[in-house]
C-alpha cells in the first residue's frame, strides 16, 4: 500500500497551491480519504474529507470556503486545491484512507 503526496511547497500569503494523494496497493474507490495537517507540538487536525464516490465532503471550519477536496477514482487520485493561503495553514498535510492508510506528507508553507 502506498500514499505519495506531492504538490507542497513555498507560497505567499493569498497564494494557491494544489496538493495530490496517489494511491496504490488498495481498493482506492472503496474508502473514504481525507487530509490532514500537522504542525510541531500539535495534534494531527483534519482538514477535508471526502466520500467513497464524491458525493459528500466536509471541511474543518478554519479552511471552510477556502480549500475543496476532490477524487479521481479513475486515477487513484485525491487532490486538495488550497486557495487564499494564509501563515496558519503552514503544516505537514497527510493524506489518509478510511482503511488506516496515511501518506509520507508534504510541507507547505505559507510566509512572505
Known amino acids: 500500500v502506498q500514499l505519495v503526496e506531492s504538490g507542497g511547497g513555498l507560497v505567499q500569503p493569498g497564494g494557491s497551491l494544489r496538493l495530490s494523494c496517489a494511491a496504490s496497493g488498495f481498493s482506492f474507490s472503496r474508502y473514504a480519504m481525507s487530509w490532514y495537517r500537522q504542525t510541531p507540538g500539535k495534534e494531527r487536525e483534519l482538514v477535508a474529507g471526502?466520500?467513497?464516490?464524491?458525493?459528500?465532503?466536509h471541511y474543518a471550519d478554519s479552511v471552510k470556503g477556502r480549500f475543496t477536496i476532490s477524487r479521481d477514482n479513475t486515477k487513484n487520485t485525491v487532490f486538495l486545491q488550497m486557495n487564499s493561503l494564509k501563515p496558519e495553514d503552514t503544516a505537514i498535510y497527510y493524506c489518509?484512507?478510511?482503511?488506516?492508510?496515511w501518506g509520507q506528507g508534504t510541507q507547505v508553507t505559507v510566509s512572505s
Open positions: 489518509y484512507a478510511w482503511a488506516n492508510y
Open positions: 471526502i466520500s467513497s464516490v464524491g458525493s459528500s465532503t
